[in-house]
């Protein structure tokens, strides 16, 4: 169905791609893989006319095809799912699904058919609980991807990408996701797929393209026959093991952060647990369950009933006694609420300590370099130039500039958010190799994630959440993925 064959784009100083080829069949589902920074974004947003190759060619169907605008990939039948939900927060559902193509009757909108039109493609996406008039705003990002997903669907698309979909999905939710593909390549729909979850790719994909470097360096890999030795040594062009970093032999040092029966109505109710120093604590649970939430509330930007103790000492609530008292949150949506992504990797590093770089009221801005430097030197942060825009740091080194603000001046306790969304399988053993740098610095660590791998890997002890509740207490070594989800599904301890 497509044919790419050597695209090249360049930017100012930088070959984003340099001489990429794509084979895609119709009915099938084609991953495509690489790091961050490899040209996958690059080069899904070719297909979908947002950038212009410099060189190559692309066939659809047996004829050329050169979408010069978004429009006009539209009009040839692709549609793009993004990583980054490129929703209108405040316009209703059915707006955003017939965006650009509303349904009108005799020159004038029709918002009823368009309400109509809506719930029928939510109800085929199976999420009829989406109301077709409710603010896209104001939904969880969960149900925003359905609706992404739900616009894509409006198009009647023959070729559909789709970058990192499930990564605000619950277990569940993910499996409705790999229902709706195979009805489309059923259908004859192709889909092109991006994920770094390999697990992910086996259950769902055909075949697989490997991006290195802006380059194709394997195409259409057996999906579930290629071993993952084999596809990870393909995206990093050296042999990576896929294991997190050995646990500390040492025994946690005096407690730090102790909750006792926090409550938010609706959120999560009688919670209650303590994280000691050099120690990771994780919570696991489907999206929903509470996870967030709680970590909003201990970090003082969620009202909570309960108490919450700080070395002992009772924290006031609100986001500036927090950061006050020695604590440092990385949240879900580093873009949307942790980075500020046109000022330096120095800049968001200093963010929060302003202060303790002010002489005499004016910032010492050699103080603040050196020290941003330091800390990007110890994170390995890359490329190592601290004055470039944050912007342009791949999703993994993005990452560790948000852990490196929360360094500054030194922090008690981390509160991680899904801290590897996003980041490729290399980054990922970087970022695991931080995190558990700091907690054998002393630094007391509660960590949330989708991955209940992740959280069993590099937590010491794991919490188990459902609806709100915890359900299960216990040492994450002795704990396995099959078993934490059982107790996830069936809602009690094992």
């Not at 559902?93 to 909108?109: D, Q, S, T």
């Not at 330096?344 to 009221?361: C, E, K, Q, W």
């Amino acid at each position: 169905m497509l044919v790419m064959r050597g695209i090249v784009k360049q930017f100012p100083g930088v070959r984003a791609l340099d001489g990429v080829d794509l084979d895609v069949r119709a009915g099938e589902v084609h991953c495509l893989l690489g790091q961050n920074g490899a040209g996958k974004s690059t080069l899904i947003k070719v297909l979908a006319g947002v950038h212009q190759p410099d060189e190559g060619t692309i066939t659809f169907n047996g004829a050329e095809a050169r979408p010069g605008s978004p429009i006009d990939a539209i009009r040839l039948g692709f549609a793009t799912i993004y990583q980054e939900l490129d929703l209108v927060d405040g316009l209703s559902v059915a707006e955003n699904i017939f965006l650009g193509h509303e349904h009108a009757r005799l020159g004038f909108v029709d918002r009823a058919a368009g309400r109509r039109a809506a719930r029928e493609v939510l109800e085929r996406l199976g999420h009829p609980e989406i109301r077709p008039n409710a603010e896209v705003g104001r939904l969880p990002p969960a149900a925003k991807q359905v609706v992404s997903m739900a616009r894509a669907l409006s198009h009647d698309a023959r070729l559909i990408i789709m970058d990192e979909p499930s990564a605000a999905l619950a277990h569940d939710e993910v499996a409705n996701l790999f229902r709706i593909i195979r009805e489309l390549t059923a259908q004859g729909v192709a889909v092109v797929y991006i994920s770094h979850r390999l697990e992910e790719i086996r259950e769902i994909g055909d075949r697989v393209t490997v991006l290195k470097d802006g380059r194709t360096v394997a195409v259409g890999l057996p999906a579930r026959d290629t071993p993952t030795s084999r596809v990870v040594s393909l995206m990093t062009g050296r042999d990576v093991e896929y294991v997190f970093p050995p646990r500390s032999s040492r025994p946690p040092g005096e407690e730090v952060l102790r909750v006792e029966g926090l409550s938010a109505p609706g959120a999560f109710s009688g919670v209650s647990f303590s994280v000691r120093a050099g120690e990771i604590v994780g919570l696991a649970g489907l999206v929903g369950s509470g996870r967030s939430e709680i970590l909003e509330a201990v970090y003082g930007a969620r009202r909570a009933a309960g108490r919450v103790l700080l070395g002992g000492r009772p924290v006031r609530r609100g986001v500036t006694h927090a950061v006050r008292s020695g604590m440092g949150l990385a949240p879900e949506e580093r873009k949307a609420q942790a980075l500020l992504l046109d000022q330096s990797v120095t800049a968001n590093i200093t963010l929060g300590s302003l202060p303790g770089f002010a002489r005499f009221g004016w910032i010492d801005r050699g103080r603040e370099r050196a020290e941003a430097a330091r800390l990007a030197d110890l994170l390995d942060i890359r490329p190592p130039d601290t004055e470039r825009p944050v912007r342009t740091l791949s999703g993994g080194n993005q990452q560790k500039a948000v852990l490196a603000r929360w360094l500054v001046g030194g922090r008690r306790l981390l509160l991680l958010d899904e801290p590897t969304r996003g980041v490729d399988v290399g980054a990922r053993a970087e970022l695991y190799a931080v995190i558990r740098d700091l907690a054998d610095r002393g630094i007391a660590v509660l960590l949330v994630s989708s991955e209940v791998p992740e959280v069993l890997g590099l937590s010491d002890r794991v919490l188990v959440l459902r609806e709100g509740t915890v359900i299960h207490e216990g040492d994450a070594a002795v704990l396995d993925e099959h078993r934490v989800l059982d107790m996830i599904m069936e809602g009690r301890a094992a």
